[in-house]
């Protein structure tokens, strides 16, 4: 009894490595890189925000499971007035915020594109307010704004005799407000400059020479060079600084914890303070999921922008 024996080159063309070819596949192999990525993404994010929503529809509090209630969480903040204020001023302090943080980061990103002396060294600088942990930076400006040890008050009324009296920014609604989105602009800044800066460096400097050779001034060479070439970029760090502002909840929380009189409480703060503090996790979590319609309006108008731009500019090239 003879024993047929295939040489290897014959054996492997009859018995093909599947593996290899599985792994040739280019869609196998970006959903095998991207499943470590998606698993903690489904742990750690799809589902407390799948929970979330569904204490939204029941009653449930702090050590007792609730029962499915529909809409009447969402009914009663309708009715609300603590909710309705919330977002009045959760509009209100992204608004101001998102557009100061730009003015200021944009114009910081075109001076720090320039050339001049330790340019390395001031950017680093300049990151510094985004590195600082949020509680350190709010924990800075609640002495900033304390009515008594203030330096704000201390330049103003002992150095430069302005004011006979110190200035208590935190103990009525309207400076509290604006105190907080001046601190919310200064943390925010260094993120939008130097997201923007990186932006800037991507545009071809030929584009600049030849428009300084056609005879253009400076707003005419940021008007149609420097602004249409940061659209895209523009539009993703809008977004992203829409949602931060937002969803702000440390800066709020370690400075005037909503007060005064729960006049600059977010609803992010709102929510924490009904669902934690107050121990109404359903009602909590209905506070928490009305923010979403705000984030995806912001995510839509930034995305349906940035591709009515590429439309744009393709028709434009052809």
Same mark, same amino acid.
Request: net charge neutral; proline share 5%.
């Given at each position: ?11 492997? *063309? ?23 990525? /998606?698993? %903690? ?20 509090? +702090? ?13 009663? %903040? ?43 060294? %001031?950017?680093?600088? +300049? ?11 709010a924990l800075a400006f609640w002495w900033i704004y304390d009515p008594q040890f203030s330096i704000i008050s201390y ?11 110190? +200035? ?11 105190? !907080? ?9 260094? &993120? ?8 800037? *460096? ?10 300084? !050779?056609?005879?253009?001034? #400076?707003?005419?060479? &940021? ?11 523009? #539009? +993703? ?5 829409? /949602? &931060? ?12 914890? =909503? ?6 409480? !977010?609803? $992010?703060?709102? #929510?924490?303070?009904?669902?934690? $503090?107050?121990?109404? %996790? ?31 500019? =393709?028709?434009?090239?052809?």
């Open positions: 009894m003879s024993v047929t024996t295939l040489s290897s080159p014959a054996l492997a *063309q009859r018995q093909p490595n599947w593996l290899v070819r599985l792994f040739d596949y280019k869609p196998f192999l970006i959903v095998m890189c991207l499943a470590p990525a /998606i698993g %903690l993404l489904a742990v750690f994010l799809t589902y407390p925000l799948g929970l979330g929503v569904w204490l939204a529809f029941t009653d449930t509090t +702090i050590g007792q499971r609730g029962i499915y209630v529909g809409f009447e969480n969402f009914q009663y %903040l309708l009715t609300d007035s603590l909710w309705w204020n919330a977002v009045f001023y959760s509009v209100v302090y992204t608004g101001i915020a998102t557009f100061g943080k730009f003015a200021l980061g944009f114009w910081l990103a075109l001076l720090l594109n320039n050339h001049f002396p330790f340019k390395s060294v %001031l950017r680093a600088i +300049i990151l510094l307010p985004w590195i600082v942990p949020t509680v350190l930076s330049l103003l009324v002992d150095v430069l005799h302005w004011r006979d009296s110190n +200035i208590d920014f935190l103990g009525s609604p309207w400076p509290a407000r604006f105190s !907080l989105i001046a601190a919310n602009i200064w943390r925010g800044i260094p &993120f939008v400059a130097i997201s923007l800066l990186a932006g800037l *460096q991507t545009i071809s400097p030929s584009l600049y020479e030849a428009a300084m !050779l056609d005879g253009a001034s #400076a707003w005419q060479r &940021f008007r149609y060079i420097t602004f249409p070439m940061m659209m895209p970029i523009l #539009a +993703i760090v809008m977004t992203f600084s829409i /949602i &931060f502002t937002f969803t702000d909840f440390q800066l709020v929380y370690a400075i005037t914890r =909503g007060g005064p009189g729960n006049s600059t409480h !977010l609803l $992010a703060t709102l #929510a924490f303070q009904r669902g934690i $503090a107050g121990g109404e %996790l359903g009602e909590g979590a209905a506070i928490a999921v009305s923010m979403i319609p705000f984030l995806v309006f912001a995510t839509l108008f930034s995305y349906f922008g940035l591709a009515r731009r590429k439309w744009q500019q =393709g028709e434009s090239n052809d």
